[in-house]
């Protein structure tokens, strides 16, 4: 059952679960703040960009006011840009505390058990999330700085993109399995044995994710359906695995 088309499946499956009762409450809240916290950023871009557009066009010929439609054009090219390059990122930390609340509710919606030690305080439980997501994302900056000079070797260069996205779909399908597998304890290293072991299952379900980050809006809604989406691949596929090694 290590199918990348199954793998794909998964995420599907998550967009499905974040709308059932008693777990849609643990996605509003991180989407709400990150939605906002992005409203926030491109409103005082846009404010900051129009101060110097009036500063900038009182010193131009009349003949050239009408590149201020082009530079508002450029402005909201680049935004969008930034938008999608950043989204990931600050998303992650934003929703880094909610989204083990978010897979233990999954798992508990679609086992009918709570998770032993699944109460503890959520204040609490913040910083070393946060933590923890930091030091995922040095994981992948290590990775991906040798990945990324394969970019500028003449002939390698030609399949690097390839292998790029291969490796960010694998980072992902880490990335997401951390919040249910966390859950139970289980360190980041055993993780990555244990996902290794269906490895083409979670690579597809890696490359939908990254494929879904890419399109506007629906990215909103990416993470928290990946977490889901991660939170079913675990109870259905992996979570046996994890029981034979112990």
């Known amino acids: 059952m ?4 199954k793998g794909a499946w998964y995420l599907i499956t998550g967009l499905k679960l974040i709308f059932k009762p008693g777990i849609r409450s643990y996605v509003a809240i991180p989407l709400s703040i990150n939605i906002l916290i992005f409203a926030a950023l491109i409103w005082f871009g846009a404010q900051q960009f129009g101060v110097f557009l009036d500063w900038l066009m009182p010193e ?4 050239l006011q009408w590149l201020s439609w082009i530079m508002w054009f450029v402005f909201a090219i680049g935004g969008l840009l930034i938008l999608f390059f950043t989204f990931s990122l600050l998303a992650n930390l934003v929703s880094a505390p909610f989204n083990g609340l978010l ?3 999954v798992e508990k919606h679609l086992t ?6 699944g109460e503890g305080s959520f204040i609490m439980s913040i ?3 946060i933590l923890h997501e930091i030091k995922k994302m040095g994981y992948f900056l290590a990775w991906a700085i040798p990945f990324l000079v394969l970019f500028i070797i003449p002939g390698v260069n030609l399949v690097a993109p390839v292998l790029w996205f291969v490796f960010s779909a694998w980072m992902l399908a880490l990335e997401y399995a951390d919040y249910p597998m966390g859950n139970h304890n289980i360190l980041f290293t055993e993780q990555r044995q244990t996902v290794s072991k269906k490895r083409f299952l979670n690579l597809g379900f890696g490359s939908a994710v990254s494929v879904a980050t890419m399109t506007p809006i629906l990215n909103f809604l990416v993470m928290p359906a990946a977490v889901a989406g991660a939170t079913a691949l675990w109870v259905d596929q992996l979570e046996e695995l994890q029981k034979d090694r112990v």
């Open 60 to 63: 131009l010929p009349q003949w």
């Open 112 to 117: 009918g058990q709570t998770l032993q030690g």
């Open 2 to 5: 290590s199918n990348p088309v």
């Open 127 to 129: 910083v070393p999330a």
């Open 103 to 105: 897979a233990e509710a």
